[in-house]
């Protein structure tokens, strides 16, 4: 799966002010939420953190187009997970856990698409996300690129 947004945060918050999430309920339950903080990029897959990036992204007062690249059928770990920034790959080793060999997302029927922080609107996603998309595919270094350069020019 890849997630893409263009986004412009406003404050670096250290309680991941989400752009995105597909959830199971309004707000804890996440089953794929991307953030940046005041420590980085973060992006969590079935309720777990899978990366943490300190200090990689996340700019203030910036509009930027977020990539992250999900294939848990990869075999080394570190290849399951790929973000990018404006079309450019960001990966440092993965600190804060992984993403299984073969793990699938959970979302039913019963999912909520959150385009924001949370569905219960009690939290402020500290900026403004521009364009949201999820794909089913898992986007290859070129077409990251390449729908950075168009997103980057207009996201309409």
């Known amino acids: 799966a890849t997630i893409e947004v263009v ?3 406003e404050v670096l918050h250290p309680f991941c002010p989400r752009f995105i999430a597909v959830s199971n309920d309004d707000h804890e339950d ?3 939420d991307l953030c940046c903080t005041d ?4 992006l969590r897959v079935n309720n777990k953190r899978v990366v943490h990036m300190s200090n990689n992204g996340c700019s203030t007062n910036k509009r930027e187009v977020i990539h992250a690249v999900i294939d848990s059928t990869q ?3 570190d290849d399951r997970v790929e ?3 404006d079309g450019a790959s960001i990966n440092a080793p993965n600190n804060q856990g992984s993403l299984a060999k073969d793990e699938t997302i959970a979302i039913g029927d019963e999912s909520y698409l959150v385009i924001g922080n949370r569905m219960n609107q009690d939290r402020s996603l500290w900026g403004r996300v521009y364009y949201a998309a999820i794909y089913k595919v898992a986007f290859d270094a070129q077409r990251a690129q390449a729908h950075a350069d168009a997103l980057l ?3 309409d």
Do not use: P
Not at 39 to 42: F, H, P
């Open 30 to 32: 996440g089953r794929l």
């Open 83 to 85: 973000i990018y920034f």
């Open 153 to 155: 020019k207009s996201d």
């Open 7 to 9: 986004v412009e945060s």
């Open 39 to 42: 420590n980085g990029i973060e």
């Open 75 to 77: 075999g080394a770990s």
